[in-house]
């Protein structure tokens, strides 16, 4: 590896201009993030971020969003609504000053992809467009209750800002 190679996390993607989406990052992806200049993250996993990560978004000043903090959580549990909202509603509040950000947990595969669903649910996409982009990142782990989740999902419920982001 040549001194200067930048390394995107694990399932790294792009969304839309300003907002990303992963798991979670190691030493080796710190140099590709501070270039994205993150001013947000959302963390979705209901454990901790790892020690080296919380230094690496206390160093780069980012703000940390821990939405997954369920007391009785696992790694195994889905998603819930309240917390898809929550995520969604950190997104749609974009403003500019507090982009670019991106979406993360663990492996960036079940919560992350179960949120930028239902983005794309909000943003009309159709079904099968979704659970494509879904399962291209989710891989031959694809679970089930996260493409009935988001094929449910009530769009309703969601608070569209007055001025949400210039993609949305």
Known sequence: MTQGTLIPPLNFGYVEEHLFRSGQPNDLNFPFLAKLGLKRIIWLAP???????????DEQEIQLHHLGVVSTASAWDPI???????????I?????????????????RHRTGTVIGCLRKLQRWNL??????????AGPKVRVLNEQFIELFDTDLVRVPPNPPPWF
């Open 80 to 90: 819930t609504e309240d917390v898809v909202l929550e995520a969604l509603d950190i």
């Open 128 to 137: 099968a467009s979704i659970l494509d982009e879904y399962r291209r990142y």
């Open 47 to 57: 454990e901790e971020p790892n020690p080296s990560f919380l230094n690496f978004i």
């Open 92 to 108: 749609l509040a974009g403003n500019g000053s507090d982009e670019p950000m991106a979406v993360m947990c663990n492996l960036g």
